[in-house]
């Protein structure tokens, strides 16, 4: 996948087992994604990479994950 969207629309539409998004993507970013995701499979693991030090995309991702360890 290249986009946000794009991780969207294939973790909708398939079973993947674990989804890994980049913070940064075209077209959406991972946490915009992440909070789609989850909307329609909470349980669906989601592994969010970043090299961005960033404290505030840590806070997003774990405020859409509960179960999201850092």
């Known amino acids: 996948m290249t986009t946000?969207?794009?991780a969207?629309?294939?973790a909708l539409e398939n079973d993947p087992d674990v989804v890994l998004m980049d913070?940064?993507?075209p077209d959406g970013?991972?946490?915009t994604a992440l909070?789609?995701?989850k909307l329609d499979?909470?349980?669906?693991p989601i592994l969010i990479l970043s090299?961005?030090?960033?404290?505030t995309f840590i806070a997003r991702a774990v405020a859409l994950e509960p179960a999201?360890?850092?």
């Open 41 to 44: 499979k909470p349980d669906l």
């Open 51 to 55: 090299t961005y030090d960033n404290p």
């Open 29 to 31: 970013d991972g946490l």
């Open 4 to 6: 946000g969207a794009d």
């Open 23 to 25: 913070v940064r993507m």
């Open 8 to 10: 969207v629309k294939y």
């Open 68 to 70: 999201a360890t850092c």
């Open 35 to 37: 909070g789609r995701i």
